[in-house]
């Protein structure tokens, strides 16, 4: 009999429950109500502003409509998946579609709301007035397209297929246009080179070059232990300098003193004195081979790098090692310096570019897009960009921060020098004898050159290890692996007509890293 009684007032209480579920949602949304009412009672005379970036109609799972303005509400409808599907009703879980005031609670005749058609839909989002929002956005995409029209960019039109959506008074969604993909601009035309000189003298691989500040003669240093001055309109020998015992990896001539400074594999780092032909001073302090220098542009200050990870910062005058940047893991295999932030820039076998604040002797930023040894770096004479050689590819960035602009793929072999003139030819040397010419705004690759070895040589000499601009621009000196000095010089005779550009506006490719 307890067990009787137990479960009657359980079935009680269940069917007071079902009761209770019942009228619960009514008995919520009255209260719901009443709640929003008393809370706003003061500002039932304000009107209620309308959020125009929600004039959009979406027939899916969740829809929202807007009424028309004198009811100045929105009512949130959710579909009833029990209902056919060609002709949907939608249940009203929010407040009362159309209410006399607050409080107002929903019945069977007014709680269900049939959904528009598609025409209806259709019909009201062209009605509507564009938003301000919308016009921003448009006004703020031509001004972009403005912008790359004006900076040389390829012009974007649609594709023929696009379609476009509209909007709100027949306002047009730029960002859903289909858009053809970005095409290079088309490159300067630059007049071919050619070879011009071959010098011969040296009796090992010739790993340097530096013209003197009134191109008349430039230096190159040797696997010979030797360093060579040679006529520049001639390329006659003019003096030999003796005192390395190994390698000579880098030479640079001073702009504010008669000074000739080299570097080699046996640690040393020498300042010539050319008035004398003699050596006047030493840097003491790598630990290993040193593989580049150069001299800072403004001040008496003097960098080198060495295969020890550090670069080292020298004053000339006292001998003073100035700084010790460190931070590189591996050979930091060649060094540039210019007067403006960053001042020093090193590129090293650890794939990385680093960019050092001189006066703090620290990085100020990390270069990591390389993946493989960095061992040329180039920069712009009038631009304030940097280009840097990897066996990966080339790649280009900007000061102060070293932005990144754009890869030149292509050459494909270890980058061992490059340089670039102020018509923005940018010219690359690799271990196999190869020199690619670049045009620097666009990157294109419209030149290629791979010079016959000095007679005598190997095949497997053939091997680029500095190349640099005489000071008119005019001529190119390379260093190479077959013992000689090249010089080449523009085609005077070349026109547009008769070495035209093999160009073609193919779809960017450029990686971001």
């Given at each position: 009999m ?12 269940y ?7 019942k009228?619960?949602?009514h008995t919520?949304?009255?209260?719901s109500l009443?709640?929003?009412?008393d809370?706003f ?8 502003s ?10 899916k799972?969740?829809?929202?409509f807007?009424?028309?303005?004198s ?5 949130e409808i ?9 002709d949907?009703?939608y ?10 005031g607050p409080g ?16 209806g ?13 919308r ?6 995409a031509?001004?972009?397209g403005?912008?790359h ?6 012009e ?16 047009k969604?730029s960002?859903?246009v289909?858009?053809k993909a970005?095409?290079?601009?088309k490159?300067?035309w ?5 070879l011009?000189r ?13 013209v003197?500040?009134?191109n008349?003669?430039?230096v ?15 390329g006659?020998l003019k003096?030999?300098l003796t ?5 000579v ?6 702009t504010?003193?008669?000074?000739l400074f080299?570097?080699?594999e046996?640690k040393?780092?020498?300042c010539w ?20 220098l150069?001299?800072?542009?403004t ?9 020890d990870a550090?670069a080292?910062?020298w ?6 090692n100035?700084h010790?940047l460190s ?6 295999a060649t060094?540039?310096?210019q ?5 020093i820039?090193t ?7 680093r ?11 990390t ?8 061992r040329?770096?180039a920069l712009?004479?009038?631009q ?8 990966d ?7 102060p921060?070293g932005n990144?602009i754009q ?17 923005g030819?940018l010219?690359s040397?690799a271990d ?9 705004r666009?990157?294109y690759?419209f030149q ?16 680029i ?6 000071h008119?621009?005019s001529r190119l ?5 077959d013992?000689?000095?090249k ?6 005779t070349?026109?547009?007509?008769s070495?035209p550009?093999?160009?073609?506006p193919e ?5 971001r890293?």
């Amino acid at each position: 009999m307890t067990n009787i009684a137990v479960v009657e007032s359980n079935i009680s209480v269940y069917f007071i429950f079902q009761d209770v579920q019942k009228h619960s949602v009514h008995t919520l949304v009255f209260r719901s109500l009443k709640r929003t009412h008393d809370m706003f009672v003061a500002d039932h005379a304000k009107p209620v502003s309308l959020d125009e970036t929600r004039y959009s109609c979406f027939v899916k799972q969740y829809a929202v409509f807007v009424l028309p303005s004198s009811y100045s509400f929105l009512c949130e409808i959710k579909i009833k998946q029990n209902l056919p599907s060609d002709d949907p009703e939608y249940l009203i879980t929010g407040t009362h579609a159309y209410p006399s005031g607050p409080g107002v609670a929903l019945t069977a005749d007014t709680q269900i709301h049939r959904n528009p058609s598609k025409g209806g839909v259709h019909a009201m989002a062209l009605a509507l007035p564009p938003s301000q929002a919308r016009l921003d956005a448009s006004r703020t995409a031509a001004s972009v397209g403005d912008i790359h029209r004006h900076a040389g960019g390829a012009e974007r039109s649609p594709a023929p297929h696009s379609h476009s959506l509209l909007e709100g008074g027949g306002t047009k969604n730029s960002s859903l246009v289909a858009r053809k993909a970005p095409t290079m601009p088309k490159p300067q035309w630059h007049a071919p080179w050619k070879l011009f000189r071959v010098i011969s003298g040296h009796l090992g691989w010739v790993r340097s070059i530096a013209v003197e500040p009134g191109n008349q003669w430039f230096v190159t240093g040797a696997g010979d232990r030797t360093i060579k001055i040679w006529d520049l309109a001639s390329g006659k020998l003019k003096l030999s300098l003796t005192g390395h015992i190994s390698t000579v990896r880098g030479v640079a001539v001073s702009t504010r003193s008669p000074y000739l400074f080299s570097c080699g594999e046996d640690k040393q780092v020498k300042c010539w004195d050319l008035e004398y032909n003699k050596v006047i001073r030493h840097y003491h302090g790598h630990l290993s081979a040193v593989y580049d220098l150069d001299l800072h542009p403004t001040i008496d200050v003097l960098v080198t790098c060495s295969r020890d990870a550090t670069a080292r910062v020298w004053d000339i005058r006292s001998k003073a090692n100035v700084h010790t940047l460190s931070g590189h893991t591996n050979t930091v295999a060649t060094v540039r310096c210019q007067a403006a932030e960053p001042q020093i820039i090193t590129g090293s076998h650890d794939s990385t570019i680093r960019l050092w604040d001189l006066i703090a002797g620290k990085t100020r930023a990390t270069l990591t897009n390389h993946k493989k040894s960095v061992r040329a770096l180039a920069l712009h004479p009038r631009q304030y960009t940097l280009a840097s050689g990897s066996a990966d590819n080339i790649k280009q960035w900007t000061f102060p921060d070293g932005n990144f602009i754009q890869n030149l793929s292509g050459h494909n072999a270890i980058i061992n020098a490059m340089a670039v003139n102020s018509d923005g030819v940018l010219v690359s040397g690799a271990d196999n004898g190869t020199i690619h010419l670049w045009d620097w705004r666009t990157g294109y690759n419209f030149q290629r050159i791979h010079a016959a070895v000095q007679p005598g040589s190997l095949d497997s000499e053939s091997g680029i290890f500095a190349c640099m601009f005489d000071h008119s621009e005019s001529r190119l000196i390379t260093a190479e692996a077959d013992k000689t000095i090249k010089v080449y010089k523009e085609d005077d005779t070349a026109t547009e007509e008769s070495h035209p550009i093999n160009w073609k506006p193919e779809i960017l490719k450029r990686k971001r890293f």
